[in-house]
């Protein structure tokens, strides 16, 4: 009996192993086809001039490969978001997990539920009829195609991410350590700027790099309203084009093996490590929230 | 907080209340009086039409089984209901005459009040910083009155002689008894008239225990203290009064001596002799 299982325990342990295995050597792969394609890149430009260049003419002869303007586009629309989604998505969390009488709460609750289900490219269609034509007339912007706009659609889809994780990680500070502070004459915003906060911190920080990686990556509601110009941006109030848009948008017509169809798989490298480094800093975080 | 708001409208002050109800008619002058509190948690009712009062300078042991109001009825002391989200509770609680839901603020009270529970929660901070913490939440930061009111709190519970030699290391470094002696001097650097102690033992071995027992002897010569235990015999060992309750009901309350000899109510014996509970 005991050896069956014994058998049996080895067996189940073994397919864990290979589903854990399993997953790596996906992302292995994917690293290694697209570090196959997009490396040739280098035959045709420089790695300097590819990163710094300030000028995408893919199709120009020859043509130019310069991801700065693409690079600078994402981190703005990027960076946008943040700002907006970050602190109304903490504080919006605080007020769920600690202020709201629980009615409400679960009617919060709901509606950010809801709000991560509404597709992007539903969200992008928003943007486009109302958004991008409200900001142009009440902003006086000779187009409503910003980067703001989609700074402000990147903020709808990183708070829903944002707002459950703080949560949880609010939730997640023992009661005894707030009853602890509540006894000892703690008013409960001292407690919940001394204690709780303190104590969910590093899960709020996880909530907002994972937020960030989720907007990070988003291709179709910014390709929808950010007007898609490669060029180097000024301020968050003209047309830019991000990394994701740009493979979308060309990765149909790049001819199979040309320079412009390596560049391409060589913006996914870059994606890739960009996304890589921000869920890895969330996942730090995630674990010393965890650890306590 | 608006349960809270509509909780300290439920509290009807009834100074006049009849006091014979209250187990001692000798003392007029009681540090807590409570008359008529009930408390229900949604539907359900938890304490059931208490009264009694609490002296000064003495212990009150709490006894009954499971489930039968003593922590809710702890807590209703210093108010740490207050955050219960369908707690309902009506009748009042005086604390030296006032009314602590009507004329005091929770968190005066609490600091007058001080709470000891089960498990020993030092925050994850220094030995040191962990009893300056309520006063520095009251504002005070003047360093050398600290220093003194962290010696001072480490001896009353009987902390100071193991740890005057590492004030500034980890809090969770200490021992689970040593925890709990450490919340309880906690607690007392904020200079409470009550001190409200939640089973403080049940997770500590004998010694710790007759560590924390020896400091609430002493403790009761400056404080009023009520001690909600399981274990019957810590109730007779310092208790100087003993309150039975049994699902929600006060049984009986009177002499600790007289509780463990001859109680007036059967129950009581059933439960000491450890028939039920
Ligand atoms: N926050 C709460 N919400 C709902 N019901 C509660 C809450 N706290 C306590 N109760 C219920 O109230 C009743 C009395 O609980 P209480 O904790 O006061 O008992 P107790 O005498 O302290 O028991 P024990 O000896 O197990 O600590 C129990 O039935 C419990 O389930
Ligand atoms: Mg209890």
Redesign the interface.
Known sequence: MAKLRKFKEAIIEKLIFLSGIASIVFVALIFIFLLREGISVLRSTSLGAFLGGKFWYPISDPPKLGILPLILGSLLVTLGAIAMAVPLGIAAAFYIAEVA??RLRNILKSFVEILSAIPSVVLGFLGITILVPFLKRFLDLPTGLTAFAGSIMLAFMAMPTIISISEDAINAV?R??K??????????W?TLH??IIHGALPGIIAAAMLGIGRVFGETMAVMMVTGNAAVIPNSLFEPVRTLTATIAAEMGEAAKGSPHYNALFAIGIVLFVISFLINLTADLFLNRSRR? | MGHAEKKRCDMTDRREANNSSAGQVDHPDPKIKVRELTIHYGKVRVLNNLSLDIQKNEILSVIGPANSGKTSFLRSLNRLNDFEPNIRMSGSILLDGRNIYKDLDAEGLRKRVGMIFALPIPLPRSIHDNITYGPRLAGDHDKSALDQLVEDSLKAAYLWDEVKDRLRSSALKLSGGQQQRLCIARTLALKPEVILFDEPCSGLDPISTAKVEESMMELKKNHTIVLVTNNTKQAARVGTRTAFFLMGDLVEIDSTEKIFTAPADSRTNDYIIGRFG
């Open positions: 009488p629980s023992p005894e350590y009853e602890g502070a509540i006894a000892l004459g703690a008013t409960h001292q001394r204690v306590r």
